[in-house]
């Protein structure tokens, strides 16, 4: 089975641009999230959705938005990119049930760097 | 006050030997919690959940102590492969809609 899968792998950016990044969940999970982890620090929560509709968001600004499609699928957008913005971008998915006990799956993550 | 607060370490510790690792979160209304590791450059990876109970898989052992916001990781008999940095996670009472919060983890590095 494959497991979550992003693309791209790396990116590098310049500052202002835009950026897209996309899942896609373990089969048959519902639930994407997605983390920012800069380095040195723990990953910090962007948004959850489930059902293709937001479920929840973290304290990240209006640049950052976020979409996810019938077959489950999510893509991350950033505006506006800042410096600040350069880090690990991962997506992480969860089974419909059982979510809160059994964790959650991460893909190997977009490292974007912003120049 | 962070939410989860980790030991960063380095925790330098010698192949075979016992080693623990402690976090602490500020949520009391937290509903689940676990370890993740997390290797050089890689995502993190589910290590263990931790349940009240206490449990152990294999040479890992979580527990949790709810009264105190305190949740604990002990591994025996260390193995160069354990080198790693080791994710204290804690998931909000909202469920997923909170999000996971980590710590910034605790690095250990296993010697020879």
């Known amino acids: 089975d494959a497991g979550v899968t992003q693309s791209p792998t790396h990116l590098i950016k310049t500052r202002g641009q835009h950026v897209t990044l996309r899942c896609s969940p373990i089969?048959?999970?519902?639930?994407v999230s997605w983390y920012q982890q800069v380095l040195g620090q723990g990953p910090q929560f962007i948004f959850q959705?489930?059902?293709?509709?937001?479920?929840g968001r973290g304290n990240f600004p209006d640049r950052f938005s976020a979409r996810q499609f019938p077959n489950y699928s999510s893509e991350l957008n950033v505006n506006a990119l800042l410096l600040g913005d350069s880090a690990l971008y991962l997506c992480?998915?969860?089974?419909?049930?059982?979510?809160?006990?059994?964790?959650?799956?991460f893909g190997s993550g977009t490292r974007l760097t912003v120049v | 006050r962070k939410e989860v607060e980790q030991d960063p370490g380095p925790f330098n510790v010698p192949e075979g030997a016992t080693v623990a690792f402690n976090c602490t979160y500020s949520?009391?209304?937290?509903?689940?919690f676990f370890w993740y590791r997390q290797d050089c450059r890689k995502e993190p990876k589910l290590l263990m959940s931790?349940?009240?109970s206490g449990n152990e898989d294999g040479r890992f052992t979580a527990q949790l102590n709810r009264a105190s916001q305190y949740i604990s990781l002990l591994i025996r008999d260390s193995k160069l492969s354990d080198s790693a940095t080791y994710l204290c996670?804690?998931?909000?009472?909202?469920?997923?809609?909170?999000?996971?919060?980590f710590g910034k983890g605790t690095h250990l590095i296993i010697q020879p």
């Open positions: 996670v804690v998931n909000g009472p909202g469920g997923g809609a909170d999000g996971l919060t």
């Open positions: 931790v349940y009240s």
């Open positions: 089969s048959g999970h519902k639930s």
């Open positions: 959705y489930y059902e293709k509709e937001e479920r």
């Open positions: 949520n009391s209304a937290s509903q689940s």
């Open positions: 992480a998915s969860s089974p419909p049930t059982g979510e809160l006990y059994y964790g959650y799956t």
